[in-house]
């Protein structure tokens, strides 16, 4: 659930906003959405261990792109996306130690800026942080969704909102190619263990999921450039999803798109490298 160009982290760079719904910077959309997230879900819910927790994972990410953004680029760097890597981490991490929020966070930035191709982040850093977290550190790392049910009610607020805020910034189209996705595989799912529809979508109610849909698949800096195949990717994150999970693979959607993304990045910016080549 999180870039960092974290899900919808670089909205300044996307479309001008479609007529004045909303006047409000987009840069900020994002960070008000994580933010109604996580005051949401704690309230109803109190599925944080503890503020301190978090804090010190949106301290950790904007300090980290504070300082590797002006070594890196000799300027200090917007510090939305750092903060949504952070609030992600702080509220899908879930350790009965300090130090995973701690890395989480601190490695999520780090691969923005150590893991490029031709000047370009291969992989969503939040996802990468998460996905890396939780298999090396299996045995006292785990993710939100685990602890908390998939209670629709507080959930739909936060549907509207987020839909919304990657409409206006011109990736709604992502976020609904990959629900739709998921509702199909999910019947596939269904058909091919005996569960029932309704168990095997309910995963998609979830608060880790809501990060996952508005944030991670979004992120502007880490999709490919055509929308026709930044749909086609995200239906590829979800049918490999489905493979991992009739696997019984518990962080199947990290993994997921750890795999496909980062695929579908490669491809994308040697096919971008090489027509940039050819004369015109």
Known sequence: ????????????????????LLTIDN???????????????NLSFGILEGWERT???????????????????????HPAS????????????????????FFTSFISILSKYVLRLKGRHIWNPTNFGVSAIVLLAPATVTVLSIQWGNAVAPMVVIWLLGAVIVWRVGRAHISATYVAAFFVF???????????????????TGPMYQLFIFFMITDPKTTV?????????????????????????VY?????????????????ITRESRSSRQPS
């Open 225 to 249: 450039r055509s929308k026709k195949w930044q749909c086609v990717v995200v239906v590829m994150v979800a049918f490999v999803e489905m493979l991992m999970r009739l696997a019984e693979v």
């Open 27 to 41: 840069r900020y959309l994002p960070p008000l959405l994580i933010t109604s997230i996580l005051v949401g879900a």
């Open 252 to 268: 199947a959607p990290f993994y997921a798109l750890f795999v496909v993304g980062s695929i579908a990045m490669v491809i994308d």
């Open 82 to 101: 750092a903060y949504i890597s952070g609030i992600s981490a702080g509220i899908l991490i879930r350790s009965p130690f300090v130090w995973p929020y």
């Open 55 to 77: 804090a010190l994972s949106i301290v950790v990410a904007i300090g980290a792109e504070m300082v590797l953004g002006r070594i890196t680029y000799g300027k200090w760097p």
């Open 186 to 204: 999910s019947f596939v799912r269904s058909a091919l263990t005996g569960v029932p529809w309704l168990a095997t979508v309910a995963p998609i």
């Open 1 to 20: 659930m999180a870039g960092d160009a974290n899900a919808l982290t670089s909205a300044q760079q996307v479309p001008a906003p479609r007529g004045r």
